[in-house]
């Protein structure tokens, strides 16, 4: 998963914000937690606890239902809520989009869930004015803007020993 499904997420919460559809979002990631491999400990309830059509609703987050964090779990589970209200079309789209967030690696989805954030900070004329924008962008500029966008994203790689700083030398 890269950039481009970043940048389509992004659209996705512009539509999603215009149209007054709710997305549940989940807790950002601490530096902490992306330095250090941590594992999560399971919260209630268990995938197993579930409802059968709240399993269905949620289906795309299965393999990841365990180590979502309570307050994450609450929101999907009031988007699975929803769920049934929803049109056939609707329901294929958000499970497409709800197994394009479990791909997502913590980082992106950190990513994701800010440029969501700072979607729903714009009125929604002003959100529905700048995705009318963007895809009237011919397909060359979006792919400059997702590049644009890889590059924020790209940390800068650690020295090796031919691009590290050399040693003070010993002065005593």
Do not use: C
């Amino acid at each position: 998963m890269h950039v481009k499904s970043l940048l389509f997420l992004f659209v996705g919460a512009i539509v999603t914000a215009s149209t007054g559809a709710v997305v549940a979002q989940t807790a950002p990631t601490t530096a902490s937690s992306t330095k250090a491999t941590r594992v999560p400990q399971p919260s209630r309830p268990s995938w197993n606890e579930l409802s059968s059509a709240q399993r269905e609703a949620l289906s795309p987050l299965a393999g990841m239902w365990e180590t979502l964090e309570p307050d994450r779990k609450k929101k999907w589970l009031e988007l699975a809520g929803r769920y049934p209200r929803l049109t056939p079309d609707a329901q294929k789209r958000m499970h497409e989009r709800m197994g394009e967030y479990a791909r997502l690696t913590p980082e992106q989805r950190a990513t994701a869930r800010e440029n969501f954030r700072q979607a729903y900070e714009l009125p929604a004329d002003q959100r529905q004015e700048k995705l009318q924008r963007y895809q009237a962008l011919p397909d060359d500029k979006k792919r400059a803007l997702t590049e644009q966008a890889a590059k924020k994203q790209t940390p800068p790689s650690p020295p090796t020993p031919e691009t590290a700083p050399a040693p003070a030398p010993n002065t005593k």
